[in-house]
């Protein structure tokens, strides 16, 4: 039984991570662009969590409809405001504009903010979700579920939308897709946008789990960084299945070596994975 509730457990985690992780995987993917902002955008996601809902009665899922739309917005301003400026540069120019970008945002929540930690409390709380042994907090379950359908819902719009297939086709070859008459400016935009609004709306539902503080955001950072790397770049169905595999390791590594440990494990994940398998539970070998 036991076995049973670290398997759930991290079930409901890998789920949470694969949500952070599809918006980093696409921007690195279509743009080349290793996005440092990543965290901070989790985490900012956060706040406006804590803000309507305290501020103003909002619950977090409703929070969503808000989030989606200000982060795409905010993302494609970013892109098409700076980073687009650089977007042919060598990957090392854009990972250095991006680091001093998240280092005015995250500095800019910390004196807004403080780098106190903070809690949403949902009032009444949710209660539980109990078959026999088995215990799952209500709130875990349904940011689990919100995050396997915003999930699910970024790889139709990729498969099924028009813009979704312009993304792809910049993906696959960037200069065939001009001269199919796809704007590559206005893509690369687009899905920097939809990195972001990932990004906040990753940040809302971690907010009804986790505390809250700018300090948090290097970790969820290296988490996106760590599932991409496992499941294979620019891929979403790639970011659940490495969402959920290291979702599953962190709970049961955490049983047997201690939570402290998680970070660790993560990243000798990540070490073993770039040895043995560079692409990834889900990608190709040799794509670029």
């Known amino acids: ?78 892109q098409r405001g700076v980073l687009n400026r650089v977007i042919a540069a060598p990957v090392l120019v854009t990972l250095t504009l ?19 930690y903070r809690k949403l409390i949902l009032q009444p709380p949710l209660g539980v979700l109990q078959a026999g042994a088995l215990v799952l907090p209500l709130d875990r379950v349904l940011a689990m579920a919100l995050a396997l359908v915003l999930t699910g819902a970024l790889y139709l719009i990729l498969r099924r939308s028009r813009v979704g297939r312009g993304i792809i086709a910049v993906r696959l070859d960037r200069d065939a897709a001009r001269l199919m008459g796809v704007n590559v400016k206005a ?7 939809l990195g972001a609004a ?55 590594g955490a049983l047997a070596f201690g939570p402290e440990h998680g970070i660790t494990l993560s990243f000798a994940l990540l070490i073993l994975f770039l040895i043995f398998r560079p692409q990834g539970l889900l990608g190709k070998r040799g794509f670029e």
């Open 1 to 78: 039984m036991l076995t049973l509730q670290v398997l759930l457990n991290g079930l409901v985690l890998g789920c949470l991570y694969a949500c952070i992780a599809a918006g980093f995987s696409l921007v690195w993917g279509v743009l080349n662009v290793i996005n440092l902002m990543h965290g901070s955008f989790i985490v900012l996601g956060s706040y406006l969590a804590w803000l309507a809902y305290n501020g103003l009665g909002i619950d977090p899922w409703f929070t969503l409809l808000i989030a989606a739309p200000l982060f795409f917005a905010l993302g494609y301003a970013v």
């Open 98 to 116: 991006t680091f001093g970008l998240d280092l005015i945002l995250n500095n800019a929540m910390i004196v807004a903010f403080t780098a106190d």
């Open 187 to 193: 893509t690369y935009a687009v899905a920097f946008g």
């Open 198 to 252: 990932m990004a906040g709306c990753a940040g809302v539902l971690l907010a009804m789990i986790f505390p809250i503080s700018p300090l948090t955001s290097t970790a969820y950072l290296g988490k996106a960084f760590v599932v991409c790397v496992l499941g294979g770049l620019g891929s979403v169905p790639g970011a659940v299945a490495g969402g959920l595999f290291l979702g599953v390791i962190e709970s049961a």
